[in-house]
C-alpha cells in the first residue's frame, strides 16, 4: 500500500528556516514525480515545487530561491528546504506523488500525504 | 500562468440532487485537467484525471468532461459524504494551477 508521512513543520520566526521531510512507502520516489502543494489557513490549494525522475526541479515564482526540494533515494524520503521564511508561507504543506499521463509530460497527483503545519510568526 | 476559475464557489444540495460543477482555463489546456475532493482536516483525493478518466475505487456516480479551456464535473446523485469542497487543477503548463475551489453544502 502506497503511503506518504510529511513530519518537520512547526512554528518558525520570520526569516528563519524549516526542512520538511516525506517518507514514502509502497513506490520508489526516485521513479516518480514528486511534488510539494501547500495550502494557506481557509484558502486553496497552491502548488509548491516538482522534482522529475531525471532530478530537474520547478518552483512556484512564489518560493524560487528560498525553497529546495531534493530526494534521498536511499531513504525514499522527500525533502523541502525552506530558507528566509515569510508570515504568507504560513500552510499546510502536502507531498504527492504525481503519475505521469500516458500521452503527455505531465500527469496528475494520485497519493498525498497528510500534511504538516508550518506557522510563520513572531 | 493558466488561471483556473471554478463556479459556483459555493453550492448548497441535497442528498440525490444532481450537480454540476464548472472549471474554466484562461487558455486551452487540452485534456489536462484534473479534480480533486478535499474533505476538512484532509488531504485532497483525486477523483478525475485527464478531464474524464476516473480513478480507481471512486464511485461512478463521478464523472468528468470537456476539453480546451471548459471543464465540468458532475456527481449524478449526492451522497451524505460527497459534501466537501472540491478544485480542479491544470497539468498543461508549469506552473500547474488550481481553481479556487467549489464547496459543496447541504441544503
Known amino acids: 500500500e502506497m503511503q506518504l508521512v510529511e513530519s518537520g513543520g512547526g512554528l518558525v520566526q520570520p526569516g528563519g528556516s524549516l526542512r520538511l521531510s516525506c517518507a514514502a512507502s509502497g513506490f520508489t520516489v526516485s521513479s516518480n514525480y514528486m511534488s510539494w502543494v501547500r495550502q494557506a489557513p481557509g484558502k486553496g490549494l497552491e502548488y509548491v515545487s516538482v522534482?522529475?525522475?531525471?532530478?530537474?526541479?520547478y518552483y512556484a515564482d512564489s518560493v524560487k530561491g528560498r525553497f529546495t526540494i531534493s530526494r534521498d533515494n536511499s531513504k525514499n524520503t522527500l525533502y523541502l528546504q525552506m530558507n528566509s521564511l515569510r508570515a504568507e508561507d504560513t500552510a499546510v504543506y502536502y507531498c504527492?506523488?504525481?503519475?505521469?499521463?500516458?500521452?503527455?509530460?505531465?500527469?496528475?497527483?494520485?497519493?498525498w500525504g497528510q500534511g504538516t503545519l508550518v506557522t510563520v510568526s513572531s | 500562468d493558466i488561471q483556473m476559475t471554478q463556479s459556483p464557489s459555493s453550492l448548497s444540495a441535497s442528498v440525490g440532487d444532481r450537480v454540476t460543477i464548472t472549471c474554466r482555463a484562461s487558455q486551452t489546456i487540452s485534456r489536462y485537467l484534473n479534480w480533486y475532493q478535499q474533505k476538512p482536516g484532509r488531504a485532497p483525493d483525486l477523483l478525475i484525471y485527464a478531464a474524464f478518466s476516473l480513478q480507481s475505487g471512486v464511485p461512478s456516480r463521478f464523472s468528468g468532461s470537456g476539453s480546451g479551456t471548459d471543464f465540468t464535473l458532475t456527481i449524478s446523485s449526492l451522497q451524505p459524504e460527497d459534501f466537501a469542497t472540491y478544485y480542479c487543477?491544470?497539468?498543461?503548463?508549469?506552473?500547474?494551477?488550481f481553481g479556487q475551489g467549489t464547496k459543496l453544502e447541504i441544503k
Open positions: 522534482i522529475y525522475t531525471s532530478g530537474t526541479t
Open positions: 487543477q491544470q497539468s498543461y503548463n508549469s506552473p500547474y494551477t
Open positions: 504527492a506523488r504525481e503519475v505521469k499521463y500516458s500521452d503527455f509530460w505531465s500527469g496528475y497527483l494520485d497519493s
